[in-house]
């Protein structure tokens, strides 16, 4: 009778290997994803050393190497603002094993250009918001400005007397002096520096009478007087130059720009590699002397999940197409 029905019904066995398979399939994957990282990481940055992407990729990586037991290998591939770094990781599988440290000049770019060489929100994992790092306006104490009423007063007594410096054109530094000259109704000449060292030692040399850089290059100097800090452009006062206010609290509404950093992945990374990504990269930036060492490189911790980042990246986009479009930005 036993072998009868096995012969005469095949699929009770087919199925209990369908079954079993299935299992087997489930088991493996969720095996892997607890096994997750089991060989080395890629980190690529897609902007050179020594910037806050840079430095904070490396305080990453240190700092989840001894968590994975597995090495994370930081990679700067810079090259077209971005595009070359970030396009290595698109092409890269969705295993989680390359992942990408971007900021806002992804954005910014966009904004600019109205067209990226991939597609951020197609062609990429959103994984989590690592920081930003506010920007300020200085002035040379020659030009007298200390605040934006002062600058204010002074465009408007000196119809297009005053002339920035900043980190580019098409940079979110050149972006926020625009729309401060637009809020402020005021004028001033744009000179697009190649980075921001120069524009800075430009405004401390007193060959350009302003300079709107990444806030923690004026800090040391606001604090021995070399330069002035007109303001801050986020909507919180920035820890390393606490009496300096924000463009906000000096009428300037609303007013909230920075440079953000943001943790991404290729497209179609699993939600469990993703996860655990997050709650592993939220440990090590929850260790002070980690958070001491970005904030000292111009880098405040900021948390923001999957969900926010894709939120700021959409609104940012909006914000720098606008702002491109009404201020006449254009690439060079």
């Given at each position: 009778?036993a ?5 005469g019904k ?5 199925a209990?290997v ?5 299992g087997a399939?489930?088991?493996a994957?969720a095996?892997?994803?607890?096994a997750?990282?089991?060989?080395t990481?890629?980190l ?5 050393t ?14 989840l190497a ?6 994370v290998?930081v990679e700067?591939?810079?090259g077209?603002s971005?595009?070359i770094?970030?396009?290595?990781v ?5 295993d989680g094993y390359t992942?990408?440290?971007?900021n806002?000049?992804?954005?910014s770019n966009l904004?600019l250009t ?9 062609d ?5 918001i690592?920081g930003v ?8 104490p ?7 009423k002062?600058l ?10 005053l ?5 580019g054109i098409g940079?979110p530094?050149h972006f ?20 921001c ?13 302003l ?7 004026v ?7 070399r330069?002035?800090a007109v303001g801050?452009?986020?909507a919180q006062?920035y820890?390393?130059m606490p009496?300096t206010?924000?463009?906000?609290e000096?009428?300037l509404?609303p007013f909230d720009?920075s ?7 290729p497209?179609?990374l699993?939600a469990?590699v993703?996860?655990k990504i997050?709650a592993d990269v939220?440990?090590?930036l ?6 001491e060492?970005?904030?000292?490189a ?11 980042l894709t939120?700021?990246?959409k609104?940012d986009?909006a914000r720098y197409?606008q702002?491109a479009k ?7």
């Amino acid at each position: 009778m036993a072998m009868n029905l096995s012969i005469g019904k095949p699929w009770i066995t087919t199925a209990l290997v369908t079954v079993a398979a299935a299992g087997a399939l489930a088991g493996a994957a969720a095996h892997a994803a607890d096994a997750y990282p089991n060989k080395t990481v890629r980190l690529v940055v897609p902007y050179g050393t020594g910037g806050g992407s840079d430095i904070l990729a490396r305080q990453i990586g240190a700092g989840l190497a001894p968590i994975w037991g597995q090495g994370v290998a930081v990679e700067n591939k810079a090259g077209a603002s971005g595009n070359i770094g970030s396009q290595d990781v698109v092409r890269a599988p969705g295993d989680g094993y390359t992942l990408l440290l971007q900021n806002s000049t992804m954005v910014s770019n966009l904004g600019l250009t109205g067209k990226l060489p991939y597609d951020a929100e197609k062609d990429l994992t959103p994984i989590m918001i690592l920081g930003v790092t506010p920007i300020a306006l200085a002035a040379h104490p020659s030009v007298k400005i200390s605040n934006v009423k002062e600058l204010i007063a002074i465009a408007k007594a000196k119809p297009d007397s005053l002339s920035y410096g900043s980190c580019g054109i098409g940079t979110p530094q050149h972006f926020v002096m625009e729309l401060v000259k637009q809020k402020a109704g005021i004028t001033a000449t744009h000179a697009g520096y190649k980075g921001c060292a120069p524009a800075l030692q430009d405004v401390l040399g007193g060959q350009v009478p302003l300079a709107i850089v990444s806030a923690n290059l004026v800090a040391p100097y606001a604090k021995s007087g070399r330069l002035k800090a007109v303001g801050v452009s986020t909507a919180q006062r920035y820890a390393l130059m606490p009496d300096t206010p924000t463009f906000e609290e000096q009428g300037l509404k609303p007013f909230d720009f920075s440079i953000w950093y943001a943790l991404m992945g290729p497209a179609k990374l699993p939600a469990d590699v993703v996860a655990k990504i997050t709650a592993d990269v939220t440990k090590v930036l929850a260790d002070p002397k980690v958070q001491e060492n970005l904030s000292n490189a111009g880098v405040e911790v900021t948390k923001g999940s999957a969900q926010d980042l894709t939120k700021l990246i959409k609104e940012d986009t909006a914000r720098y197409m606008q702002l491109a479009k009404s201020a006449n930005i254009q690439a060079e």
